[in-house]
């Protein structure tokens, strides 16, 4: 399972180098507009993915063990279409300030994701977590060629070349997908059994659940750049994005934990085993985000304006105020993962939702007043909320006493052996079983 984590972590960690590079491109090509235009264009794909992933979301992983591949994957694409092709519509109509040209290739990548999002989530179901991993790999590595051959050896501007590559990058990933998925793909005419209705209650029940959190974690995690674009202006929406994009990526520490956690958690049956292993992770991988948190927060303004222009020296501020927030939510992320590979999504819901009551009580107020600084502050604020929550709960179910969440010595010398066997690959003494 370190293994996993480890071939995770190194993934995502070269994946946020080339989203870093791309918001680099982005920023320095197309300034604080053009960057504020990119950010709502991918928020509003990973809208219209939130009603997708009802059926083709994280409800995959858990149900891949339990039901055939076809009857999953029929179900996901033909819901995946028509989702795309309502959203399409429903932003054009409930959300003009969106360009209509953009709201077509938004409707279109957004169905293309979704095919490229359900491969992935068989392999993680399967617990081909090395597959996976070289399947998200490839995503930021076609957008960054891209727009390397759009921007500078075409010479071209706009932002036409980061929807380019988008149908690269999320096309790129379900053709490769297909190919790692191979074996069930060949079989899929060989299953005869059309009785799709038990997969599609199961699909429903588990996805729903899980969406109606995502749903509402959306406008926590992204609801100041609609309101930041409709009070403010378009450029504070691209430095506010830049800043929490920059601040997020300390969550690839969660992720690359959370990502296996969920796969080994689903596909086992004993709840202390699970409890213990939540517990286990959470405690290195706040550890590790903590320290990452405090080499983010000591960067000094100038090095944003050297690596993104002179529109976004105010980030630096920013992130010191979305900081704790950050760090509160690698917390929330763990734990969200623990509920989910249990099934019970509504806990991750009701967390949400408690988060969107500071989400919206202190958007409508602070963003109007302090622009992007109120918007630092109230994404922080939901950040915590959040975690808080989900902390109280695991606290009461798993009777945890206060000194089994503090980090021991043993466990920092168990976990530095554990990097040593991966790395150097020396056998370790007194080994612990996965």
């Known amino acids: ?34 960057s504020g235009t990119q950010s ?18 994280a409800s995959i992983i858990y149900l891949a063990p339990r039901h055939s591949f076809k009857k999953i994957l029929v179900a996901s694409v033909v819901w995946a279409a028509l989702i795309a092709v309502v959203m399409g519509f429903g932003i ?77 990058a999320y096309g790129g990933t379900f053709l490769l997908g297909i190919w790692m998925l191979r074996n069930e793909y060949a079989n899929l005419r060989h299953d005869k059994d059309k009785d799709y209705k038990p997969v599609l209650k199961d699909l429903f029940k588990y996805g729903f ?14 609801l100041s750049y609609y309101l930041l674009d409709s009070y403010i202006g378009r450029g504070q929406v691209g430095v506010f994005s830049r800043s929490v994009s920059l601040a997020e990526s300390i969550w690839i520490i969660s992720n690359s934990i959370a990502l296996v956690q969920y796969a080994r958690i689903a596909n086992a049956d004993d709840r202390r085993y699970s409890q213990k292993l939540t517990l286990d992770l959470g405690k290195i991988c706040l550890l590790v985000s903590a320290i990452a948190v405090v080499v983010l927060c000591l960067l000094p303004p100038q090095f944003y304006v050297f690596v993104f222009g002179k529109d976004f ?21 763990i734990l969200g993962h623990y509920y989910s590979g249990t099934g019970r999504y509504q806990m991750n819901t009701f967390a949400a939702l408690c988060g969107l009551v500071v989400t919206f009580v202190c958007g409508f107020t602070l963003i109007p007043r302090y622009d992007i600084t109120g918007a630092a502050i109230t994404s922080a604020a ?25 980090l021991k010595k043993s466990e920092i010398q168990n976990y530095l052996a554990e990097l040593k066997q991966q790395f150097f690959k020396q056998p370790i003494e007194n080994e612990q079983t996965e």
């Open 92 to 168: 054009r109509l409930f959300y003009p300030k969106l360009e209509p040209n953009l709201v077509l290739h938004v409707a279109i990548l957004s169905f293309i994701s979704s095919l490229s999002n359900i491969n992935f989530r068989f392999l993680v179901g399967k617990e081909e977590i090395q597959k996976a991993n070289y399947n998200t790999l490839l995503q930021p590595v076609l957008l960054t060629l891209t727009l390397v051959l759009y921007h500078f050896i075409l010479k071209r501007e706009g932002i036409y070349g980061y929807l380019i590559g988008l149908y690269a």
């Open 40 to 57: 709502l264009v991918v928020a509003t794909i990973a809208f219209i993915l939130i009603f997708s992933e009802i059926v083709c979301g």
């Open 382 to 406: 939901a950040y915590t909320v959040n975690a808080i929550f989900l902390f109280i709960f695991f606290v009461k179910e798993s009777h945890f006493k206060g000194r089994d969440f503090l």
């Open 209 to 222: 659940l899980n969406q109606t959190g995502h749903f509402v974690q959306f406008f926590n995690l992204r």
């Open 313 to 333: 020296g105010e980030m630096a501020h920013l992130i010191r105020i979305l900081a704790p927030g950050i760090l509160f939510y690698c917390i929330f992320l």
């Open 1 to 34: 399972m370190f293994k996993k984590i480890l071939n995770t972590f190194g993934t995502k960690i070269v994946a946020a180098a080339l989203n870093f590079l791309i918001a680099i491109i982005i920023s320095q090509t197309l300034g604080d507009t053009g």
